[in-house]
Each structure stands twice: as structure tokens, then as C-alpha cells.
């Protein structure tokens, strides 16, 4: 049977996996506005995966017998400024989830909860990839600097994120 504390700090980290969701589902669209169909492709993508993020939190708290009560998510922001700053925004609201899961881990220990544990270690590893995977994007953008045709060329490669073939 999981602890209240630690069925009370997932619930909240469910809303804070919806808020990254809601979060890229604004910034792909603010990509898209821009003509940066690809990149807004990479963010759709990726809000699909924090909607699975959050839904494997969800599930772990039902397994655990426990109670899930999830609050109102946030609004994100409008105005995410130019394609370089979309990425820096991502990089460190990635590195705040990360912080967020290693609190979370935290309690656990706290709480001597081993099953949550080995549940969250996925999430460790996830944020790796995660913050590995913006900073790369960042990187790149940061190089091109202000040269159109190099954005749009790495705006035509992240755009391939989730196809096949
Ligand atoms: Fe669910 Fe991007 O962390």
C-alpha cells in the first residue's frame, strides 16, 4: 500500500506531466505559426510523450492502491520568442522536471517505499535523454545563429521525429 505522502506527490507530478504536455502543445503550434513545421512536428511529438508520462504515473498510484485526486493545470504561455529561445525554454523546463523526479525519489527513500523506487529510476533515466536531447537541439541552433537557410535545414530534420520510412 503506497504512503500518502508519496501517493500525494505523484498526483501532483501527474499534473506536472500534463503541464509539460499542454507546455510543448503550445510551443509546436507557436513553431507552426512560424513556419517551423518540422520542430513543431518534434514538440507534437513530444507532448504525445508527456501525456504517456503522465499517464504511467497515474497508473503506478492505481496499482498501489492508491487515490488519485489531480488538480487544474496551468496555462502555458503565448509567446515563446525566436526558435532559439522555444529550445532554451524546453532545456530548462526539462532540467525543472528533473529536479521534480529526483524530490520525488527523495520521498521515496524517505518513505521507505522501495517499489516506487524502481518505478521512478525509469523516470531518472528518462530525463537523461531528455535533457541530452534538447541541449542537443539547442546546440545546433546556437551554432547557425541567425542564418535562415541552416535553421530550416535542422528544422527539416527534427520534423522527421516519428516517422517511419
Ligand atoms: Fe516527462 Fe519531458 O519529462
Known amino acids: ?13 501527474v499534473e506536472q506531466e500534463m503541464y509539460s504536455a499542454y507546455l510543448y502543445l503550445a510551443m509546436g503550434a507557436y513553431c507552426e505559426a ?7 512536428r518534434w514538440l507534437r511529438v513530444q507532448h504525445g510523450e508527456e501525456l504517456e508520462h503522465a499517464r504511467k ?7 498501489r ?3 488519485t485526486s489531480l488538480g487544474a493545470i496551468p ?3 503565448r509567446e ?6 522555444v529550445f532554451e525554454a524546453v532545456l530548462n523546463h526539462e532540467r525543472r522536471v528533473t529536479e521534480r523526479i529526483h524530490a520525488l525519489y527523495a520521498t521515496a527513500v524517505a518513505e521507505k517505499d522501495t517499489a516506487a523506487q524502481v518505478f521512478l529510476q525509469w523516470f531518472i533515466g528518462e530525463q537523461v535523454e531528455e535533457e541530452n536531447a534538447a541541449t542537443e537541439i539547442l546546440d545546433k541552433l546556437r551554432m547557425v545563429g541567425d542564418r ?15 516517422k517511419t520510412g
Open 75 to 77: 496555462a502555458p504561455s
Open 148 to 162: 535562415p537557410g541552416s535553421a530550416l535545414y535542422l528544422d527539416k530534420e527534427y520534423g522527421k521525429r516519428g
Open 1 to 13: 500500500m503506497i504512503t500518502p505522502k508519496m501517493q500525494d506527490a505523484l498526483c501532483a507530478h
Open 80 to 85: 515563446f520568442g525566436t526558435i532559439t529561445q
Open 57 to 63: 504515473v497515474l497508473d503506478y498510484v492505481v496499482a
Open 34 to 40: 512560424k513556419a517551423y513545421k518540422g520542430f513543431g
Open 65 to 67: 492502491g492508491g487515490q
